[in-house]
């Protein structure tokens, strides 16, 4: 029996927060969150918590996250073209895609970008794998 866990959220650290802010809002969907020292990226039930200016993390990590050093996959509900589309529109480059990738769900196609720290972002689809 599976037990009763689900992601709840994970931790990037961004240099500069309305350069993240701007990205992640407008690239990403993200709702932003206001915290007391800082923001949290809120994705429907799902949630990027942040280090960065001014914020000090729980000293609980054995290496606190740095700017640039994540690795991302978002699922993207729609034909992958449309995400290229979406990603060209915001002067966002892709690194590398659309290509066959598994992921959560299985079979998709996948397209690779980065946010403005250098972390690696990757959105998913799981429409149309071959489109």
């Not at 007391?36 to 039930?45: E, H, K, L, S, T």
């Not at 740095?66 to 996959?73: A, I």
């Not at 895609?97 to 720290?117: C, H, I, N, Q």
């Amino acid at each position: 029996m599976p037990l009763p866990v689900k992601l709840d959220h994970c931790v990037i650290h961004v240099s500069d927060w309305d350069r993240s802010n701007a990205f992640y809002s407008a690239v990403m969907g993200a709702e932003l969150v206001k915290r007391p020292n800082g923001w949290a990226y809120r994705f429907g039930d799902n949630q990027l918590n942040l280090h960065g200016p001014g914020f000090k993390p729980a000293e609980v990590a054995r290496l606190p996250v740095q700017p640039g050093n994540s690795d991302l996959c978002f699922e993207w509900k729609g034909p992958i073209k449309d995400a290229v589309e979406h990603l060209s529109r915001r002067k966002v480059a892709i690194e590398l895609g659309p290509l066959e990738r598994f992921g959560a769900k299985g079979a998709g196609t996948s397209v690779y970008f980065r946010d403005p720290d250098g972390s690696l972002l990757e959105f998913i689809s799981y429409a149309n794998p071959k489109a």
